[in-house]
């Protein structure tokens, strides 16, 4: 049999049989497993497709998994709080990851803490990066969403003076902020966000306008995309998914969908989750329909006819799904990762300065505080004393007293 070119990653509440697990898409067959406590909803991501990163729920600590080593976890890194919300950047270098309102910039190769970012006002829900690595949104109970322009961020992270602020701050909704969707595209990618408040709304990254507003009668808690940006998905409190046409004509700025399928103002609905829809990813070729549900239950939707072809039971509520291309170590379970990650540290990074010594040889320093302190009066030697060490001195090969 082929292998899979692309395969689901899942997380539950309970962590009784795993914490994540793989699953192939055309078969609904467990590929792999990785063991340790339960992950965080919006707190699984892969790392450079060698490495899966998941932050535990209600501890202060992330744990990391080689893809090869399945049962043996890599690394414990422990934070200064429990880890809400986290994400990679497409390249690996950066993980940003928020500990309340606060958000936590690593970069991986070395684990220095860069910088801590303090804009929010209440716990971030969830943080997402550009395809390009460029910015990444954040999301929080607060209601606002923040734009950060990763590599502004970084080129003043050492000046304390200075807290970095976001491009863009959206304050539209009303409620809490559930979920958050970034599309393709880098810095002019679209950007859709749900809430509590029943609306679900899309936003331009470029020039950070609001594009368009979904009205629903229902509580929103999870929104993805397909790959064209032509559907958007909707999960809502009451288990059912809706789609949104977003080239369909006549074309609003702002439109009502009632949740009753019988309504004129109904959208395409997928049915089946008995409760709160927790998380939705798309397949690469915009077939198929991952969705995770507090029922316990992951489902793979056919997109084109909005029928369930397969159901994957777990122990308990859904908490992450991602749909990722099958990393090579999972197929190969004896293949090596082709790099390592440092431990995180917890105190941020102190650069160090680049100086000349007398030889010309480039030397790094730090800088150093020293207090001053009264010296003690030296009291005077014995005489004889004295001239006793000079006796003793004289004796090794070499010594000249100093002239007085």
């Known amino acids: 049999m082929a292998a899979p070119y692309e395969v689901v990653i899942t997380s ?14 055309s078969s609904g067959t467990s590929l792999a497993t990785f063991k340790g406590g339960s992950s965080n909803p919006r707190a699984l991501c892969m790392l ?14 992330i744990h990391v998994w080689t893809l090869g080593r399945r049962e043996q976890m890599q690394l414990r890194m422990v934070c200064s709080g429990p880890v809400s919300a986290m994400d990679v950047s497409p390249d690996g270098a950066y993980c940003v990851a928020a500990v309340g309102e606060k958000i936590h910039i690593w970069q991986v190769a070395t684990g220095n803490l860069l910088t801590v970012l303090t804009r929010h006002y209440q716990t971030v829900t969830c943080i997402k990066f550009t395809d390009d690595g460029g910015h990444f949104v954040t999301s929080s109970e607060d209601c606002l969403l923040l734009v950060w322009h990763l590599a502004s961020i970084l080129s003043n992270c050492h000046d304390l003076s200075r807290q970095p602020e976001p491009i863009h701050s959206w304050s539209s909704h009303s409620l809490p902020v559930t979920d958050i969707h970034v599309g393709h595209g880098g810095g002019r990618a679209r950007v859709a966000s749900v809430s509590l408040d029943h609306t679900c709304k899309l936003y331009d990254l470029s020039s950070g ?22 559907r958007l998905f909707v999960g809502g409190t009451n288990g059912v998914i809706y789609q ?3 080239f369909e004509k006549p074309a609003k700025t702002e439109q009502h969908f009632h949740s ?3 309504s004129k103002d109904s959208a395409p609905v997928f049915q089946g989750h008995s409760k709160q829809v927790t998380c939705l990813a798309v397949s690469f070729d915009d077939t198929v329909l991952v969705s995770g549900s507090n029922d316990c239950t992951v489902k793979l939707w056919d997109i084109s006819s909005r029928q369930c072809i397969r159901t994957i039971t777990h122990k308990g509520a859904i908490t992450n799904v991602l749909v990722v291309p099958t990393p090579h170590s999972i197929l ?15 105190n941020l990074y102190t650069p160090m300065e680049t100086v000349a010594d007398e030889t010309g040889i480039q030397r790094e320093t730090v800088d150093i505080r020293i207090k001053k302190r009264k010296m003690e009066e030296v009291k005077p030697h014995n005489e004889n004393r004295h001239a006793e060490l000079l006796g003793e001195m004289s004796k090794f090969a070499g010594y000249r007293p100093r002239p007085q």
Do not use: H
């Open 12 to 25: 539950e509440a309970s962590g009784q049989l795993w914490n994540s697990c793989v699953w192939d898409m």
């Open 48 to 61: 450079g497709n060698e490495y899966l990163l998941g932050a535990l729920t209600n501890k202060p600590l």
């Open 209 to 230: 306008q609001l594009l368009c507003n979904f009205i629903f009668n229902i509580s929103l808690t999870a929104v993805t995309m397909d790959a064209a940006e032509y």
């Open 244 to 246: 949104i046409n977003l």
């Open 260 to 262: 009753s399928s019988s």
């Open 332 to 346: 190969n379970p004896d293949a090596r990762p082709t790099f390592l990650i440092q431990q995180f540290k917890r």
